[in-house]
């Protein structure tokens, strides 16, 4: 099957810095790629939709200068949570249709632990 | 907006007992998706249904979609212990966005 590799698999930093997280699509090409949030024991909360060559799409209430994405190839997306705090703290995760099509499955990366001190 | 309802959020059973989890749309659905994250890791993808009243099995797990395609429902039978994890549904409504329900956790007991 498809596969998606997402790096890092864990970060801890400090308050106020920047954190890049990377989502590559391995064995096929991804327009487009789904960003998540999930805080422990929730639901999967898109916060976003990485378009390659143009800009994400936002979810209600989700900062986009706070969460900054970038889709330049049609393999990577990368996510950048800007001057993170505690609250940023979550487990961070992404997907990718690998058809392209929307209302196709899902191939998930592991996913990235983010904590903030 | 659509919500994605998931009922139970947890689910203790012995293994061997069955186990089901629904899933309620407040909206129609165009397709609902399963996903299982075991511990630790991330969602798999298990099942997608489409059609109105579907049914599909894999193995001891069938899947059904609603005939009014807004409630969906995935009946594991005689649990077992590698049954264990977080199953959510992924609603997809008209916009073409999935929202995902909360999850049903299952620990199956030896």
């Known amino acids: 099957g498809a596969v998606v590799s997402q790096h890092p698999s864990r970060v801890i930093c400090k308050s106020g810095t920047s954190v890049k997280i990377e989502c590559r699509s391995l064995d096929f090409q991804a327009t487009t790629m789904f960003w998540y949030r999930q805080f422990p024991k929730q639901s999967l909360m898109l916060m976003a939709t990485?378009?390659?060559?143009?800009?994400?799409?936002?979810e209600q209430g989700v900062e986009k200068d706070k969460f900054l994405i970038n889709h330049a190839s049609l393999t990577l997306s990368t996510l950048t949570v800007t001057s993170a705090h505690p609250e940023d703290s979550s487990f961070y995760i992404c997907?990718?249709?690998?058809?392209?099509?929307?209302?196709?499955?899902?191939?998930f990366g592991s996913g990235t632990q983010l904590s903030v001190l | 907006g659509q919500q994605v309802m998931q009922i139970p959020q947890y689910q203790h059973v012995q293994e061997g007992e069955d186990f089901t989890t629904y899933c309620n749309s407040s909206t129609t659905l165009s397709n609902i998706q399963w996903y299982k994250q075991r511990p630790g890791g991330h969602p798999v993808f298990l099942i997608q249904?489409?059609?109105?009243?579907e049914v599909k099995k894999q193995k001891r797990l069938t899947f059904q979609f609603g005939e009014a395609k807004k409630n969906s429902s995935l009946h594991i039978t005689a649990t077992q212990t590698t049954d264990v994890g977080t199953y959510f549904c992924a609603g997809r409504g008209g916009a073409g966005k999935s929202t995902f329900g909360d999850g049903t956790t299952l620990t199956v007991k030896p």
């Open positions: 990485s378009n390659e060559g143009s800009k994400a799409t936002y």
């Open positions: 997907s990718a249709p690998p058809s392209g099509r929307m209302n196709e499955k899902l191939f």
């Open positions: 249904l489409v059609k109105s009243g």
